[in-house]
């Protein structure tokens, strides 16, 4: 009894030692295929298809070491197998919607219509874009918070891309007086952008007589810069307006409202204090 005892223990200390090496090789094994590609595809590869790839090797790798510390443990894999095709009948049916999205992710990284880091705009929500997985997509918003969104919903969603190009145009809406000289205006604003050193000279700031506003006439300036320096030229810009425009005498308007209490209730009462 005791030596049949001992020669059980024997093969389960046995069976142990080969899933413990199992899992050890195969890691290595795993970590140097990842490692090999990544030198190899380092330069043919966008950022995108890299993670996918890599996240299709690891679950990969993964799924044939538990395979394999399965055959180890004695496991009959016909039988799982065979339990796995039934399982995964039932799965596919209820899994229509990862499919799509895993089908619409692709498309997103053959498509390219952005790439990791980009500014995205999608619906109401804005954000760099974080990682591009086999089901979702993640931005990370400007106030640091992660959305995730579908990749079925971003096929079939207008996406705006804020930072494909290397440069961009800033829209400021520039209102002053009607009793202002329009030309004189237009000059200081050109001016203003070439003192500007974040402001491209190429190409040449847009200046347009917009509209006819409510209590002033609307100017549209558009600055062109470096998608990087977006923060840097509007702060800049508004405040030398606001300065240039103050030392030079030229009226910013603001809507002016009237209080009207009605015929039949009493004056507005109005009460004038002296500080002295």
């Known amino acids: 009894m005791e030596k049949i005892e001992s020669f059980l223990s024997n093969i389960d200390l046995i069976k142990i030692r080969n899933v413990f090496l199992t899992i050890v090789i195969g890691y290595i094994i795993l970590q140097a295929v990842l490692l090999l590609i990544r030198k190899v595809l380092a330069k043919r590869l966008s950022l995108q298809w890299k993670m996918l790839l890599n996240k299709g090797i690891v679950y990969a790798g993964i799924i044939i070491i538990l395979l394999m510390v399965l055959e180890t443990m004695g496991v009959s894999l016909k039988a799982l197998l065979g339990a796995a095709g039934i399982a995964g009948v039932v799965i596919g049916f209820a899994s229509q919607t990862s499919v799509g999205n895993i089908i619409s992710g692709l498309f997103l990284v053959t498509e390219k219509p952005f790439e990791i880091g ?159």
């Open 118 to 276: 980009d500014l995205i705009k999608v619906g109401d929500k804005m954000g760099s874009v974080y990682s591009i997985d086999l089901l979702s997509v993640k931005l990370k918003t400007l106030d640091n918070l992660l959305i995730r969104i579908p990749n079925q919903t971003l096929i079939s969603t207008e996406i705006t891309n804020v930072t494909r190009f290397p440069i961009r145009r800033m829209d400021i809406v520039v209102g002053v007086a009607y009793k202002e000289d329009l030309k004189r205006v237009m000059e200081i604003l050109k001016q203003l952008a070439v003192e500007n050193v974040n402001v491209l000279n190429e190409p040449e700031p847009l200046i347009l007589l917009k509209d006819f506003g409510e209590s002033s006439i609307d100017i549209l300036y558009g600055l062109w810069f470096e998608k990087s320096n977006y923060l840097v030229v509007r702060n800049s810009m508004i405040q030398a307006i606001k300065e240039t425009f103050d030392r030079e005498g030229i009226e910013i308007p603001f809507p002016h409202r009237t209080i009207y209490t009605g015929e039949v209730t009493k004056p507005y009462p109005v009460v004038v204090k002296d500080d002295k």
